[in-house]
């Protein structure tokens, strides 16, 4: 991958939410990055303008959820073109997606649904992962997705699935700390396995987010919600993902629930910590 | 199911509400009914899109109480799927629905609060642009004024309700909605970026007139000669230092001869 930039290598980023635009601009906070889900702001207004006015001092990064990469309806070009001004105006160090599918039949399912992983799966992300970055111009991050379900004829473990996409589109990829930890515990994989699976490489980023524990049929299903704190399992195995990959760019997601903006600068913060005390312990830094 | 083609239309079947059996076998368990599985994607497709909508009609909401939002939304969400991926898009015909949503009949206003939020909604999702000056018609002949066709600010909406659904807006924003007389009449509406926010204000019915016909593409001739059939007395000249001096006019063509 390209280097990021410096503050974003240097310091965890955050994602920015609507209600916390007003707070960011009148207070840019010390963060090493600001991520924004490109859809909300496809139309233009003064959030915008907001935006392109913090790119000023901040590197900004998009994340996107309404490509379905892996939908069967194919990409539709329309919000891809808009994609595409938006990347072109703002100059993100970073664009990134997900394996997974969001619609069929023109119906938006407003969700990261799964994928079967399958040599049919694979040829549909690879064919559009190819035809976004074509018209971006630039390579993606594609992130792994926080799971509920696995289905029976899937005959590739997602992170093979993950690098075959990376050796035949030449995306990076998005590792989602979270999603690993709650997928595993959905699916009953093991988290740390995972991890030894990725290949080093292509990592791009890290993203750390808070979930929830929902009983369903007497069975604990974790919840990628968004809102609430990074648990302590999720910090754990983010402190293995340094051990395995080094630093990358961290963000950390909050977005249901969300708490004032210093809640969140504090989970910024606490990754930092965090990151400093594992890569020096893994010797990646030098004490300083 | 032979194809991801199929997977995908039943899964996306049963997000929407319905049983698919046949992805019984398609899902692993693991200790779990698929069906039980599939569900959460399913509550999650609710109450996501239940949000967004209330997001985008806050003061519908407070005006029917969560728990009636929260049932109309189920059922414009069930009739109405997302077509598009931008949720701030989603929703666009929730005054419609409510309109003919038999629960809501007697909330005769309800519509048109709806629609205010919605133009607001959609003002606050238009690109921002700057306003052109005097100076920018100089070079314009008067002989050439007929003809001119303004390409007014991409956030501008106009609003003609039965009801006084401005005060009604702003009433529930202070928890004051009984103190509206609904029997005062209704309210001709300009909604527009200011900055970085949404205003809305009134206009008297030739200005209203004149700008909405301005904005649907009409010559100042056209419009002026709608305005003027509202009020023969309307100043032109001094309606139109008003509509540039507001910084509305984004852009202006002149239409052909022959076309008026």
Known sequence: ?288 | MSGLRELQAAVGRSVLGQDEPSLDDVIEGDGLAPAARLQIYRHHYETSLAEALKSIYPAVCRLVDERFFAFAAQAYIKSSPPRRVCLHEYGADFAEFLAGFPPCRELVYLPDVARLEQLINAALHSPVEEALGTEAFLDVAVGDYPRLVFRLLASLRYLDSSWPVDRLWLAQQAGQEGAVDLDEGGCLLEIRQRGEEVVFRRLDAPEFILRRALLAGQTLESAAAAALVADPTFDLAMALRRLLGEGLVAGFSLAPTDSI
Request: with cysteine; charged share 20%; net charge negative.
């Open chain 1, 1 to 288: 991958m390209t280097h990021p930039p410096a503050e974003a290598a240097r310091k965890a980023g955050i994602g920015l939410r609507g209600p916390h635009l007003a707070a960011v601009v009148a207070s840019p906070p010390a963060v090493g990055f600001l991520e924004v889900h490109p859809e909300n702001y496809m139309g233009g207004g003064p959030a915008l303008g907001a935006l392109e006015r913090l790119r000023r001092d901040r590197p900004i990064s998009l994340h996107g959820v309404g490509l379905s990469l892996g939908g069967t309806d194919g990409i539709d070009t329309g919000h891809l073109d808009r994609l595409a001004a938006l990347v072109d105006r703002l100059a993100p160090f970073l664009v990134s997606e997900h394996l997974s599918w969001s619609g069929v039949g023109g119906v938006y399912l407003n969700d990261l649904l799964p994928l079967p992983y399958t040599e049919e799966a694979l040829e549909v992300m690879v064919r559009h992962i190819d035809q976004v970055q074509t018209r971006l111009g630039r390579p993606i991050l594609v992130e792994n997705p926080s799971s509920y379900l696995r289905y029976r004829h899937s005959t590739i473990e997602e992170p093979a699935f993950l690098a075959e996409l990376t050796w035949r589109t030449g995306c990076g990829l998005l590792c989602d700390i979270n999603n690993i930890y709650v997928s595993g515990c959905n699916l009953g994989f093991d988290p740390l396995a995972y991890l030894a699976e990725l290949s080093v490489a292509p990592i791009g980023e890290f993203h750390l987010a808070g979930h929830s524990i929902n009983e369903v049929d007497g069975q604990e299903i974790r919840i990628d919600d968004h809102g609430s704190a990074v648990a302590e399992p999720v910090w754990a195995l983010y402190r293995a993902a340094l051990g395995r990959f080094g630093a990358r760019p961290t963000l950390i997601e909050w977005d249901s629930r969300l708490p004032d903006l210093s809640v969140l600068l504090g989970e910024a913060a606490k990754a930092d910590a965090v990151g400093v005390a594992k890569l020096r312990e893994a010797g990646h830094v030098g004490a300083s």
